[in-house]
C-alpha cells in the first residue's frame, strides 16, 4: 500500500516536472526541471527493480544529460537574451494537443492491452534468466548487455563515437582555434572539494564497474560517474578545451570499440563464436575499456571541444 | 535507232543544263530526226529492262504517223526557233528537248507505265515552254494548263492504277485482249477518257488551249498544237479499246461532244483577233471532229481497225498544217501577197479543200463514219463543220494581214507547208487508201468554202462584229487556284505544358509541409489512417 | 568462411573508423583502404554462398534467437550490401579528393563515413529489430554530421530538421518495438512471425503502425518527405550521392522487411495498410515529380527525384496479395538498385557541376557541354535510366512494375508508373535544356570559365551512370538472384 | 549470346555508338580528327551493312541476342526489312555527314552535333535491327533521346519550346507503346518477329485485347510517324540544322516511327489477323487523312522547312497506307517508299539547308529566281518536288504506281482519292516553289549579292544535295534493276521482282 | 494487475503525450530537444513496466534495452545540442521555424551566398 502510494506521488512528480519541461517560461527552469525529471525517473526505476536503470538515468540521464543542456543553454544565451516560448506566438495548439493525446491515448491503450498479456512463454529475458550462467556473471542486465546481446552494446558504443565525432565535425571545422568561452567559476575551496571528489568519482566508477558482474553497476554507469568527475574538473577549470584532439585521447575513445571487437573477432578466429566473450575475465577486460571510452566521449561532448588539456 | 530516238533529246537536254546547246546548236533541231525512220520502218521494238518496271518501246500501226508528225513537224520548228529563239535561251531549249524526250517516250511506249511515264515528263515539261516568255498572261495561262495537266494526269494514274492492279505493267497492245469483257472496264476507263481528253482538248477541259498558245513562243506553240495534243488521241487509241462503253449511247455522247466543240470552238476563234489564239481555237475545233473520228472507232474492233488509219492520216495532215500556220504567224510582217497566198495552202487545206491532205482525211473520215453504222445526221454535220473551219481559217488570214508581227522571215513554214501538201497523201497511198478525187468528193470539198465564203462576204458587207466574249468560265478555275486552300483546322497547341502554372502555390505548400506541427499533424494521421486499417481487419 | 565475410562486413568498416580516429598521418588512409576495399571480396564470399543458400543466419555469440542477436543474409540484403559497396566505394573514390585524408576536413570526414558504412551494413544484416534501432541510430547520427560538413547554414538547417525528426522517427519505432517484444517475447525479425499470429492483435497493430510510421519518417515517404530535399541538395557531393541512394532505403528496405517478412500474411487488413502505404508511394511519385519540376536548383531538383522515386519502392506493396507479386518484387528491388545507382551518379556529378561552376542554379548551368561535358553526359545517362528510358536499369524496372500492375489488374498503379515517368522526363530534360542553352547575347558577362576538377571525380560519377546503365543488360542474372530469396505472395484471404 | 560473326547487326550499331562516343571525346578543337573519324565511321559502317547485303542474299543468317528480363529478349538480326532499312540510314548518314561538316563548318558546339548524330544513327540501325519488339522499343526510345539534342541544338528559346514539344509527344508516344508493350507481354509474351506474326493462335477470344494493344502500338509508333493527331511536333522541330531535318525528320525519326507500324502489322500481327480485326482499316483511314491533312497543311506554309516537313507528315503516311491497304502490290508500295521518301526528302531539306546558307532564305517568297544563282541545287530541288508529287520516271511513282494498283486489287479503290487528291495537293505545294525558282526574275536585292557559299562548303553542300537527287532519281528510273529499293521490297513481300 | 503497472503505466503514456507536444508547440530546438528526451523517457517507462518490473520479475532484455536507449539517448542529444549551438552560431536563432515564408526568404539568400 506504501507502495502504491510512493508509485503514486512518483508517478505525479514525474508528470507535473515533465509538463513544467515542456510549458515552464523560462528555458532555464525547463533545463532545471527537465534534471529533476531524470533524478525522479532514477526513483522509478528503482521502484521498478532496475536499479542499473536507476543509476544510469542518475548518472546519464539526469546527470550528464543536465550538464550538458545547461552548458549548452549557458552558451546560447552568450548574446545576452534567454530564449523563451513565451515572447513568441505559439505554433498552433489545435494542431499539437490532440496529437499528443491521441499519441497518449494509444499507449495507453495498447499498454493496457498489453498489461493482460498471457505471459508468452520462452521470451528472450526468460531465456536470459535460464542461460545467464554461461556468461560468467550474474548480473542479468550485464549478462544480456555483454553477453547475448553484446553486439548491440557494441553498436551502441560505435552511436557514442559518431556522436562525438558527429559533434566534433559541426563544432570545429568551420571555426578552427574557436573554442568555447571558460564557464567555470572559480570558488574558494573549490580545489579542495576537487581533490576529493575526483578521486571518489574514479573509485565509484570503478566499483560500479566491477560490481556490474553481479549486482547492479556496469561499464556505462561507471563510466557516466567518471565523466561527472572529468565534467566537474572542466567546470572548475581544471582542464580546459583544447584545439586539437591527443593522441591518448584518441586511443581513448575508440578503446571500448577497438578493444570490444578485437576480442570479438579473435574468439571467431580462435574457432569461437563471434562475440562471444571468454569467460569472466574478457568481461572486465571489455567494461573498463567501454567506461573508459564513454567517459572520455561524454566529457568530451560535454566540453564541444576536439580536445582537453590541462589548465596552463 | 530506237535508243536513239529516246536518248538523243535527253541528253541534249542534259547538256543544255550545263549550258552546252550553243555549241551544238546544229543538233538541236536534228533531235527528233531519229524517230522518222522508225515511222518509216515498219516495225520495231525493244525492251528496255533495266528502266523502271522494264519498258518495251516501239513502233506500230498507231504510233507511225505520230511518229511522222513528230519528226516533221518538231525538227522544223526546232530550226525555226534556232532563229526565232536563239541557242542562247538555255532554259526554253531545255525545255523543248525536255518535251520532247517525254512526248518520244510517249509515242514509242509500248507499255502502260512507259506511256505515262513519258507522258507526265511532257506534259509538265511543257509548262516551261508556254511559261517561256515569263509575261503575267503566261503565268496565268502557264498555270491554268499546269492544273488541268495535273488533273488529267492524275486521272490517267488512277485509271491506270486500276488497270495495273489487274495486269501490272501491261503491254498497250494486249489490252483489248487482257480486259477480254468489255463492260470490265468502268471507272477506269472514265478516269482515262476524262484524263486525255484534257490534252485533247475537248470541251469543256479546253480552256487551256486558247491561253496557252497566244502566249507561248510560235515555235512551240506549232508543237503545242500539232504534236503535242495528239498524245492525248494517243493515250485514248492505246488505253481504250473498242467497245469499252459497252452500248452506243456513250459514243453518241462523245460524238455530240465532239461536234459541240467543233463548232463552239470556231465560233469562239471568229470572236478573236490575235492570230495565234485564233488558231488555237482552231485546234480545238479540229481537236472536237477527231473526237468524232474516235468515238466511231470505238464502236467496234471492226470500227477500230478500219478508222486508225484514217485517225492516222487526220493527225498528220492536221498537225503539219496547224505547225505550219503556227510557225508562218511568227513571220507576219515578211508575209508578201504571195506567201500569204502560200499560206492560205494550210489553210484550205484544213477546211478541206480538194486535192489538199485535208480532203484526204476528211474523204476518208466520212467514208469511216458512215460504215460505223451511225445516225445518219453524223456525217452530214460533220461536213457541216467544214463551214465554219473555213471560216475560221478566213478569218485568220485576215487578221494576219492586219496584225503584223516583228520577226523575221524563215522558210520552215514553207517546208512544213509542202511537206502537209505531200505527206498525208504518200502516207495513204502507202497504206492504200489514196484515192483520186471523184466528182462528189470534190463538191463535198467545195460546198463548204462556198458557203462559207458567201457568209464571210455578207458579214464583211453587213460590217457587223462578233461580241468579244471570254468563252466558258477559263478565268475561274485559275481564281480558284488562287483561293486561299480550306483553312486548316490548325490544332491549337496551348494544351501542352509549357510552364506548369501552380507551382508558387505548391512551393508554399512544400514550406509549411516542412513545419514540425504539420509533420506531427501528418504522423498523427497516418497513424490513425494506419491503425483503423489494421484494426477494422481484426 | 561466409560468417567471417558477414562479420566482416560489418567490422571491417567499424575498425577502419577506429584507425581514422588514431594519432598518425597514416592512420586516416590506412582506415580508410582497410574499411573499403575489402569489402567487394568479403561481398563475393557472402553472394557466393547466399546463392547457395538464399536464407543465410549466423548467430553472433553463438546465442540462439530470440535469446541472441542474428545476422541474416538474403539475396535482398546482398543486394543492398553490394549497393553499398559500390556506390559507398564509388562516392568515397569521389570523397577522397573534397576531404584528403590529411586535412582537417578529411579527419572529421573519414570516421563518420566508414561509420556510416559499417551500419549500413550491419542494418542490412542484422535479424533483430532492437539492434536495427541501433543501426538506424547509427545511420542517423552519421549521416547528420555529414550533411552537416557541408557547413552552409541551410545545411546546418537541414541537418538540424533531419535530426528532430529522425528522433521522432527513431522514438515512435522503440515505441512499437516495445509492444512488439511484450506481445510476443522476441525481437528477432523472423521468428515474429509465427508469435505474432497468436499475439493479440490491439498491440500488434498498434505495433506495426508505430513502426511503419517512424520508418515512413525516416524514408522520407510523402508527405513526410520534409526533411529530405534540404538536407540531401545541401550536404557535400558523396554524401548527398549516399544519402540518396542508400540511406532513405534503409528504412524502406526494413517497411520490407517487416510487413513482407515479419508479418502474417494475410492477416490484420494488412493488405489495406500495404495499399495506403502504395497510395503514399503515389502520392510521393507525383508530388516530388512536380516539385522537382518547379526547383531552380540542381541538387534540390535531384534531391526532390528522390522523395518521387521513392514512391516506386512503396507501389509494389500491394501488389503482395496479387499473382504478380513475383515481378513486381523484381521490379521493385531493380528499382531499388537503378535508382540507387542513378541518384549516386546524378549527385557526384551535381557536386562535380557545383565544384567547377560553383553554382548549381539551373539558369547557370547553360553551355555545360563545353565546360563540364562528362558532367553532362553522367547527369544524362542518369536521368535516362532515372525517367525509365531505355535502355538503362530503370527502364527495365519500370518494365517489371508495369508488367506487374498490368498482371494485377491495378490500372490506377499504371496510370500513376505512367505519370511518375512522364515527370521525371519533364524534370530530367528541363535539367539538360538548360544545360544546352547558349549565352544570352543581352547579358553583358558571359557565364564565368569553370574551375578544373580531378578527373577521377568525373570517372566516379560517370562509373555510377554506366553502371546504372548497364543494369539495364544485365537483368537476368541478378534477378534470377533475386527471386531465389522473394518473399512469398500473400494469399488473399 | 554469341559474339561471332553472326553478330554483325550489333557490331554494325556499335560502329555508329563508338564513332559518337570517340567524338565527343575529341573536343571541339580537333575539327580533321573529327571529320576524318565521322567518315571513317559512316563508311565503315556502310562497308558493314554491305557485307551483310550480300551475305542475306548468299542465304547467311544474323543474329545477336542477350536475355534482358526473363522471357525478354535483346534480339538483333538481319532480314530483308532490315537491310531495306539500314542500308538506307547508312548511306543517307553518310552522305549526310559530309553535307553536314560543310553546314556547320564555323558553327559552334560541333563535337556535340557529330557526337548525337551518330547516336541517333545507331538507335536507327537498332530499330531497324531489332528482332522484337522489346527490342524495338530500346532502340526506339533511344532514338528519341537522342534525337533531342539535335533538335535543340541551337539552343535559342524557339529551339527549346520545340524541343519540349518534341520531346512531349514522342515520350507520350513512347508510354503509350510501353503500356501496349506490357499488355502484349502479359496477353502473349515476348515474340520475336516473324513474318505474319504469332498472334493468330491467340486471337480467338482475345480480340479486344489484341484490339487494344494494337490501338496503343500504333498511336506509339504513329507519334514519330506523324500520324494525324500526332504530328504536330515535327514542323516544329525544324528549327533543327538542315542536316539533322534532311537526315532526322526525313530518314531516321519518322521513319522509325513507319517502320515500327510495318513490323506490327507484318511481323507483330502479320496482316490477315489484322484485317481480321478491322485494324488496318483503322490504320488506313488515319493515314490516308493524315496524307490529306499534311498536305493541306503544307500549302499553307510559308516557310520554306515547314512546308518540307508538312510535306513529310503527309509523305511518311503513304507508308502506313500501303501497309495498312495491305496485298503484295500495295506491301510493296509502301515498303519502298520508305526508301523513296527518304531520299527524295533528303534531297530538299539539303537544299532547303543550301538556300538557307548561301543567301539566308529561309521563306518561300525568297526563291524566287534562285535557279540562275544556285542552278545545281535548284535542279536537285525540282528534282525531289517533282519525285514528291509523283511524277515519272522519278521515284514517288514508282510508290504511287504501286500504292494505287495494289489498293484496287486489295479492294480499296478509295484509297485512289487519297492519292489523287494528295497527288494534286503535292503539286499545289511544290511546283509554286519550282515556278518561283525557275520562272521568277531574281529580286534586285539578290542580284547585288556575291555568291553565298565558299568553295569548299559548295563542294560539301551542293555534292551530297545532288548525289541524293541522282540517287533518287536512279532508285525511281533503274526501279526494275536488281538491287534497287523496289527489289528489296518485292523480295520482301515475296513477291516476284518487277 | 498490478496497481502500480497500472500507474506507470499511464505515466509513461503522460510522459509521452507530453514529450510529442513539447516537441510539436516548442519553436525552440532546445525545448525541442528536452521534449524528444521527455518521449524517449515515456518510451523506457513503457518498456519496463511491460517488462515486468512492477511485477518483481524483472525481464533483463528491456533492461538492457532501456539501457542502451538511454546512451543512444544522451548521444543524440548531445550531438544535437552541438549542431544548435553551431546553427546558433550560423543563424543567431535558436530555432528552425521561425516563420515559413521568411525562411523562404533566409534560403534564397543563402543560396545566394553558397554560390
Known sequence: ???????????????????????????????????????????????????????????????????????????????????????????????????????????????????????????????????????????????????????????????????????????????????????????????????????????????????????????????????????????????????RTSGLERVGLILGIAVFSLMGLMVMATGGHMLALPGAWAIYLVETALLLSIALSLVLLFAAAPGLRRMS | MIQLALSLPLLLALACLFGLQQRLRWLLPAASLPVIALAVLQESRLELDWLLFGLTVGGDAANRPLLLLLGLAWSLAAWHALDYIGERQRSFWFFWLLTLSGISLTFLAQDAVGFYCGYAVMGLAAYGLILHNRSDDARRAGRVYLILALVGEVLIISGLFQLGARFGNFPLADLGMLLGEPDGFGLAGWCLLVGFAVKMGTLPLHIWLPLAHPVAPAPASAILSGVIVKAGLLGWLRLLPPEMFGASPPVLALILLGLTGAFYAALMGLTRSEPKAVLAWSTVSQLGLILVLFAAASVSELERALLLPVIGIWVLHHGLNKAALFLATACAPTLTRWRLLLLALPALSIAGVPLTSGSLAKGLAKEGITQASLPDWTVTVFGLSSVTTALLLWHLLTRLRQNPGDARAHPAWVILTLLALVVPWLWAAQLGLASSPTLASTWDGIWPLLLAGAIALAWQRSGWRLPQWAGLPAFTLERVSRLKAVRPLAFSQSWLPRQVQPGPALLRLERQLARVPVVGLGLLALLLGLGLILIAGT | MTTEALVGLIFLPLLGACATVLPGRLATRAGVLAGLLPLPWLLVVVTLAVVQDPALFVELGGFAAPLGIRLFADPLAVLMLWMVAIIGGLAAVHAWFDFPPDSPAGQSFWPLWLLLTSAMNALFLSADLFNLYVCLELVTLTAIPLIALAGSKTSVRAAMRYLLLALLASLLYLLGIALLYNATGT??????????????????????????????????????????????????????????????????????????????????????????????????????????????????????????????????????????????????????????????????????????LGSDRLSHLRRLDQRQPLSLFTLAVAGVSLMGLPPSGGFLAKWLLLEAAWRSGQWWLLAVLIAGSLLAAAYIFRILAASLGRDDPTEAQPVAASRSIPVIQDAAALLLALLALGTGFAAAPILQFIEAGAPAAWSTP | MSFGWQALPLYVTLVSVVTGILVFMLGEQRQHTRTALNLAGAILKLVLILIMLLAIQAGATFEFRLPLLPGIDLLLHADHLTMLFATLSAALWLVTTVYAIGYLEQSPNRARFFGFFSLCVAATMGVASAGNLFTFFIFYELLTLATWPLVVHRGTPEAFAAGRVYLAYTLAGGVLLLIGLVWLHTLAGGGDFVVDGTLAPIAAGNENALRGIFVLLMLGFGVKAALLPLHSWLPRAMVAPAPVSALLHAVAVVKAGAFGLVRLIQDVFGFELAASLGLTDLLAWMAAATIIYGSVLALKQSDLKRRLAYSTVS?????????????????????????????????????????????????????????????????????????????????????????????????????????????????????????????????????????????????????????????????????GVPGSPLFWASRLVGAEAP | MNPSAVIYLLTAAAVFGIGLYGLLQSRQILRQLLSINLMGGGIFLLLITLGGGADGRPDPVPQAMVLTGIVIAVSATAFALALLLRWHELSGSTELDADAIADAIADAVADAHDD
Request: glycine share 10%.
Open chain 3, 187 to 356: 525481437l528477432d525479425l523472423y521468428l515474429i512471425r509465427t508469435a505474432l499470429t497468436a499475439a493479440p492483435p490491439a498491440a500488434v497493430v498498434t505495433a506495426l503502425a508505430l513502426i511503419s510510421l517512424g520508418l515512413l519518417l525516416k524514408g522520407a515517404v510523402f508527405p513526410l518527405h520534409v526533411w529530405l530535399p534540404q538536407a540531401h541538395a545541401s550536404a557535400p557531393g558523396p554524401v548527398s550521392a549516399v544519402l540518396s541512394a542508400l540511406v532513405v532505403k534503409t528504412a524502406i528496405y526494413l517497411l520490407y522487411r517487416l510487413w513482407l517478412w515479419s508479418v502474417p500474411a494475410g492477416t490484420l487488413a494488412a493488405e489495406h495498410a500495404l495499399m495506403l502505404m502504395a497510395l503514399l508511394g503515389a502520392g510521393a511519385l507525383l508530388y516530388g515529380g512536380v516539385l522537382a519540376l518547379l526547383q531552380e536548383r540542381l541538387k534540390l531538383v535531384i534531391a526532390y527525384s528522390t522523395v518521387a522515386q521513392l514512391g516506386y519502392l512503396l507501389l509494389i506493396l500491394p501488389m503482395a496479395a496479387t499473382a504478380a507479386w513475383p515481378v513486381a518484387w523484381q521490379g521493385g528491388l531493380y528499382q531499388l538498385l537503378s535508382h540507387g545507382l542513378a541518384k549516386a551518379a546524378m549527385f557526384l556529378a551535381a557536386a562535380n557541376i557545383l565544384h567547377a
Open chain 4, 315 to 479: 509523305q511518311v503516311s503513304y507508308i502506313a497506307l500501303g501497309i495498312a491497304t495491305g496485298g503484295v502490290l500495295a506491301t510493296v508500295g509502301g515498303l519502298v517508299h520508305l526508301v523513296h521518301q527518304g531520299l527524295t526528302k533528303i534531297t530538299l531539306f539539303f537544299c532547303a539547308g543550301n538556300y538557307a546558307e548561301a543567301y539566308g532564305v529561309h521563306s518561300v517568297e525568297e526563291l524566287d529566281g534562285l535557279g540562275v544563282r544556285m542552278p545545281v541545287t535548284s535542279v536537285c530541288f525540282t528534282l525531289g518536288a517533282l519525285g514528291m508529287i509523283g511524277v515519272p520516271p522519278l521515284a514517288g511513282f514508282v510508290t504511287k504506281w504501286y500504292l494505287g494498283a495494289g489498293a484496287i486489287a486489295a479492294g480499296a479503290p478509295w484509297v485512289i482519292v487519297v492519292l489523287v487528291a494528295s497527288t494534286l495537293l503535292n503539286a499545289a505545294y511544290f511546283l509554286p516553289l519550282v515556278h518561283r525558282i525557275w520562272f521568277r526574275p531574281l529580286p534586285d536585292t539578290m542580284a547585288e549579292r556575291a555568291d553565298g557559299l565558299s568553295r569548299v562548303r559548295q563542294i560539301a553542300l551542293v555534292g551530297p544535295t545532288a548525289f541524293v537527287a541522282i540517287t533518287a532519281l536512279a532508285a525511281g528510273l533503274l526501279a
Open chain 1, 1 to 243: 500500500m506504501i507502495g502504491l502510494a510512493i508509485d503514486s506521488v512518483l508517478a505525479l512528480g514525474i508528470v507535473w516536472l515533465a509538463l513544467q519541461t515542456v510549458r515552464s517560461v523560462s528555458m532555464l527552469q525547463a533545463v532545471l526541471m527537465f534534471i529533476v525529471f531524470g533524478l525522479l525517473m532514477s526513483l522509478a526505476w528503482a521502484r521498478l527493480h532496475a536499479p542499473d536503470l536507476a543509476l544510469a538515468e542518475a548518472a546519464i540521464g539526469a546527470g550528464i544529460t543536465g550538464a550538458l543542456l545547461l552548458v549548452t543553454w549557458r552558451r546560447l544565451q552568450a548574446d545576452g537574451h534567454d530564449p523563451v516560448d513565451s515572447e513568441l506566438p505559439a505554433q498552433s495548439k489545435w494542431l499539437t494537443i490532440p496529437t499528443a493525446c491521441a499519441a497518449a491515448l494509444l499507449i495507453v491503450i495498447v499498454g493496457w492491452i498489453a498489461l493482460q498479456l498471457p505471459a508468452v512463454p520462452g521470451t528472450a529475458g526468460d531465456l536470459a534468466w535460464q542461460r545467464l550462467g554461461e556468461i560468467g556473471v550474474s548480473n542479468p542486465v550485464t549478462g544480456v548487455l555483454l553477453g547475448f546481446r553484446a553486439y548491440d552494446t557494441l553498436m551502441e558504443m560505435a552511436v557514442l563515437l559518431a556522436a562525438w565525432l558527429g559533434a566534433r565535425a559541426v563544432a570545429t571545422t568551420y571555426r578552427p582555434g574557436a573554442l568555447p568561452g571558460p564557464v567555470h567559476v572559480e570558488v574558494p575551496l573549490v580545489g579542495a572539494l576537487l581533490s576529493l571528489v575526483v578521486p571518489i568519482s574514479i573509485l565509484v566508477a570503478v566499483y560500479l564497474l566491477q560490481a556490474g558482474g553481479s549486482a547492479p553497476g556496469g561499464a556505462f554507469q561507471g563510466g557516466a560517474v567518471l565523466a561527472a568527475g572529468g565534467v566537474l574538473l572542466f567546470l572548475t577549470g581544471r582542464l580546459e578545451a583544447a584545439p
